[in-house]
């Protein structure tokens, strides 16, 4: 597997102030959301901060995988749908929440389902971008994003290293 250009690591801190900054976008829209589908398994966290935000109780999920090594996407497969209660209306008031939109091949999917429905996601992505109506920043397509549930705590190097301290 070759690593992106650019790293981009984010804390526990800094994604809970991030998913906090696009709730308060959230809230700002004016709508009283009825639901929020949180995209498995990234959106789990964020939808969770949301949730307590926004004070919405009704959380479904909806799990989309594609089989890949890290480095490409492959055939994208919904592994659990999203409930007739919430499809119903097409998703209106309802909020798709995602840590990230990177392709948008995912979001693709998931709006199909829910056309009515508000996409936001924590991290953007250009390719991305044109599916999710709210999100809190942009990152470029050559960034990978390391997300703290798949970090572990470990020695880093100084960057000038034999430097003394």
Same mark, same amino acid.
């Given at each position: 597997m070759s690593l992106p250009e650019k790293a981009f690591p984010v804390s526990w801190d800094q994604f809970h102030r991030d998913a906090r900054a696009l709730a308060w976008r959230l809230a700002d829209q004016g709508v009283e959301w009825k639901a @929020? &589908?949180?995209i498995t398994r990234g959106g789990l966290v964020p939808a969770a901060i949301i949730s307590r935000e926004l004070?919405?109780?009704m959380i479904e999920t909806v799990c989309v995988a594609s089989y890949h090594d890290y480095s490409s996407q492959g055939q994208m497969e919904?592994?659990?749908a999203i409930s007739e209660e919430?499809?119903?209306d097409g998703g209106e008031r309802v909020l @798709? &929440?995602?840590?990230?939109t990177d392709t948008g091949k995912t979001a693709a999917i998931v709006r199909a389902m829910l056309p009515k429905a508000h996409?936001?996601?924590v991290y953007a992505k250009p390719k991305g971008r044109p599916q999710?109506?709210?999100?809190?920043?942009e990152v470029s397509q050559d960034t990978w994003i390391y997300f703290p549930w798949d970090m572990g705590f470990t020695y880093q190097e100084p960057i000038a290293k034999g430097s003394r301290g």
């Open positions: @929020i &589908v949180c004070n919405i109780r919904v592994i659990k919430i499809r119903a @798709i &929440v995602d840590d990230l996409f936001a996601a999710v109506d709210t999100f809190v920043t």
